[in-house]
């Protein structure tokens, strides 16, 4: 079975009846119902196409044998001798330019040169001049040519090579029109060709057709307006009937799509909204200097970092040209601006209070080892639980006021701590404090101390620069990442650990003689015991006479 049979066309069928048959076809054979019948329908077409590209390559020849006899014919019969006619309209010609062509060819009429004026001047519209396209649309404009006006003696040879390079001239002016974002004067363009009686022709309308189509998917330049005219003046659709190629319809539909998505984030990315989505925008998508970065990224959230992720490897795909624009055209330039472990230090400082509580209950009570440890794990998964309660609280409600937090923060940041960079006093630097007037209420002035002597070494720390060789290397250790719930269960998992190991730690180790071994009765201690030796016992005198009284009753 060849290509036409599965095509269900002649062997000698153009492109366009090609086209539009594997259009029909690919409703009945769609690659998710029917995937070997599309199969067996892609390589029958590409095989039709490609026999059918080779059969015009090669009728075009002889038009092509004809058109150079044509040309050098006209050459040698230029450099001839010609009648005054011939020569009237050549001197008429000598350095033309193109505003001067109705001024000559006005003259011509005068001289009664004008069939050779025009004869002359298409010859110059196939020679390698700089400005022969400008010459060919004025030819265009006034002698009617490639339409149904113009003579009917001029060579068809000469007519098919102007056509020919006349629709490349054209096809470029409007690519560079479309790359250089001047759609305004694209849609001009495009409107006066619309109107050009040599793209009358359905052959030509056609070329047009697919010309505009192609120009669209490969341009880097998208305009909504721009496809939305095209759609309307040139009829495409979905619909069966539409215009527009089979080939280029589905990729100028997921291109608006795609661009359409691109728009709603430029527009999330001017609005001043708080969500993941509208902060990555904002900081991928809006020119900005560095410093602007570093400083907006430092009210990033974890959510934020991840849509910043997901937004980058979209950016890559649909927008090239807007990742070229970026910091070193690098989709992926803020994760230099991530900071990762801004909270550490104040945790830090909670396990030096932890050690300062404990160190001081050691010195005066004298404890065990095993109970001082489990009061500093103790301590320190409470405070270390209430830190993290703080902050998860605390951040939301002061990204509230950001801008008045960078305004402090420019302003009395530097001040205030040893850090560098400076932090944020809302955001960093009151939690910091909040957490110290927590210890001081709970543990004393001892735990105040020891967290703020901490806090203060590692903020002068900060300061230093240290050898890159000091540098620890992280190891590429992938660790599970715990929810919510997990950390929760997890901090209150270790604190009911460290309870139940301080308690064991508190409790005596029992001697040799306690327990539940068993040990001698002292004499003369039981109830009943009415031996002579225990009648005087202390603790059975008033027994033994209770035991008289009944006898005597009897």
Known sequence: ??????????????????????????????????????????????????????????????????????????????????DPVEQQAGQLLEDIAVDKLAERLAQARVLHCERAFEDQLLMMCLSPRDDRMRLAAWGLEHFNWLSAWQREDLSPAALHLLLGAYCKYVEQDLRDLLNAGRIDAFIERYTALKKADWLQPFERHDWFNEALAGLLVESNVWSTHLFETLCTHQHWSADDESRCSPLYWPMLVRRRDDQVYIATLEALARRDDRTPESRAAHLLMTPMSDDERRAFARRFFEADWNACLRLSETLKRLDPARVQQMPDGDPYFWKSL?????????????????????????????SGFGASLAAMLFWLCALAASGAALLWAWRPMADRFWSLDVRLSRALSPRLSFRRPAPLVLRELLPCWLMGALIWACCGTAALAGYAVVMLALSRLSRVAWVNTLTIKRPNVRLPVLGTTGSVALMVGVMAATVLFYLIARAQLMGVDQGLQPFAQRSCSG????????????????????????????
């Not at 009415?530 to 005597?552: F, I, T, V």
Request: aromatic residues 10%.
């Open 1 to 82: 079975m060849n290509c036409w049979t599965v095509l269900g066309l002649e062997a000698n069928s153009d492109l366009r009846s090609i086209k539009r048959q594997y259009a029909a076809l690919l409703k009945v054979h769609r690659p998710d119902e029917d995937p070997n019948g599309f199969q067996r329908l892609r390589e029958a077409y590409e095989q039709a196409m490609a026999w059918s590209r080779h059969t015009a390559s090669a009728d075009a020849q002889e038009p092509a044998v004809e058109t150079q006899s044509a040309a050098l014919a006209l050459e040698a019969y230029l450099e001839s001798e010609h």
């Open 338 to 366: 991530k900071q990762s472990g801004r909270d550490w230090p104040m945790f830090a400082g909670l396990a030096g209070a932890s050690l300062t509580v404990v160190c001081a209950q050691y010195f005066v009570d004298r």
């Open 527 to 554: 109830a009943f015991d009415s031996r002579q030796e225990c009648r005087g016992a202390p603790d059975s005198k008033q027994w033994y006479g209770h035991l008289q009284a009944q006898e005597a009753r009897r």
